[in-house]
């Protein structure tokens, strides 16, 4: 139905691989970053064999659409999508069409700027705690998935080993400074405002998202991946419920067939067998189409206050 899967890019880049994530590998391209988004998938932590074809385009592309959406707003890290501009630094071009960004290189900034405008997952793990959110107090009797009055910045620091940390706004303060932790919050919330604006067009819920921000001498630019499912929790609205775990847009095959084997969370997973490959393959395709299906409304010329 698709193309071969990706699950890895090293052979084929003449360059130095400087981090391998769980599904996206970063090569130093000297004055720039390639990064290539390979087909991997992880859930539960594991990434899971094979690959799905198809993932690591529909990623990328779905990154590339909102930076270019969104680089009156924030400026960002693209420099170009263009495989054919590597030239002899990628032998088998065709391989990484679709799926390369070139970047400008950045001093990242050690924090996970997250914003939420629906309580649920690990914001709402908190707030049936204690009633906070990264110590923002919220009303009481909230349901799961509820929409909240108004949308919630609650940052983590950032972790290259283990899970990154929920951090109060004060604490991100003492960390990089009150004066740039504002600004990362101004643009979060602009930049979720926007997208959940552009998503509702389409029938898609942003209940949830994640940015990372870098310096480039003194200005701050959109880094990493945008508004792409491993980033950002989508939901389809007519999939929307309160109480209940919303199937997610991208993953829920897999998610739904590890549940169903006896696999204890513990060891190697279960190869996935071609059904559920196929039924994922699907699922990115359809997430793709429909964000970024073009609609008569004029959200591709957004402009508002430029930061
Ligand atoms: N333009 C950029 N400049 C500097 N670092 C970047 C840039 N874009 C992304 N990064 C960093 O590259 C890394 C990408 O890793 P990622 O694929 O997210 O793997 P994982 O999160 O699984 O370690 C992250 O650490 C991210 O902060
Ligand atoms: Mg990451």
């Known amino acids: 139905m698709s193309t071969e899967a990706l699950s890895t890019a090293e052979g084929l880049v003449k360059a130095p691989l400087i981090h391998k994530g769980k599904v996206r590998e970063l090569y130093d391209l000297g004055e720039h970053l390639l990064i290539v988004v390979t087909d991997r998938i992880s859930a539960f932590d594991y990434v899971l064999d094979p690959a799905v074809p198809e993932k690591g385009k529909v990623l990328n592309g779905l990154s590339a659409f909102w930076f270019d959406k969104t680089k009156d707003l924030v400026p960002n890290h693209v ?143 959109l880094i990493d991946e945008l508004f792409t499912p491993d980033s950002s929790r989508f939901w389809a609205e007519e999939k929307y419920e309160l109480d209940i775990e919303i199937d997610s847009m991208d993953k829920e095959p897999v998610r739904t067939y590890l549940l169903s084997t006896d696999w204890d969370r513990d060891s190697t997973p279960p190869r996935l067998p071609d ?33």
Not at 118 to 140: D, F, H, S
Not at 191 to 202: G, M, P, T
Not at 290 to 307: D, I, M, W
Request: aromatic share 8%; proline share 3%.
């Open 79 to 221: 420099v170009h999508t263009d495989v054919r501009k590597l030239g002899d630094l990628v032998s088998e071009p065709d391989k990484l069409a679709g799926r390369i960004m070139v970047t400008k290189k950045a001093k990242r900034i050690d924090i996970e700027c997250v914003v939420r405008g629906y309580i649920t997952g690990g914001g709402w793990r908190q707030y049936q705690k204690n009633g906070e959110v990264n110590g923002i107090p919220l009303p009481a009797g909230l349901r799961k998935n509820a929409k909240l009055e108004e949308p919630i910045f609650t940052p983590a620091g950032k972790n290259d080993v283990g899970h990154d940390e929920d951090i109060s706004f004060e604490e991100m303060e003492r960390r990089i400074g009150s004066e740039l932790a504002a600004g990362l919050r101004k643009r979060s919330l602009l930049l979720y405002d926007y997208a959940l604006a552009v998503c509702e067009h389409k029938s898609i819920i942003l209940a949830d998202c994640k940015f990372e921000f870098g310096l480039l001498g003194d200005e701050i630019i």
């Open 275 to 307: 059904d559920v490959v196929n039924a994922t393959t699907a699922r990115y395709q359809e997430i793709y189409r429909r964000l970024t299906e073009p609609t008569s409304y004029g959200f591709n010329t957004f402009q508002a206050v430029k930061y």
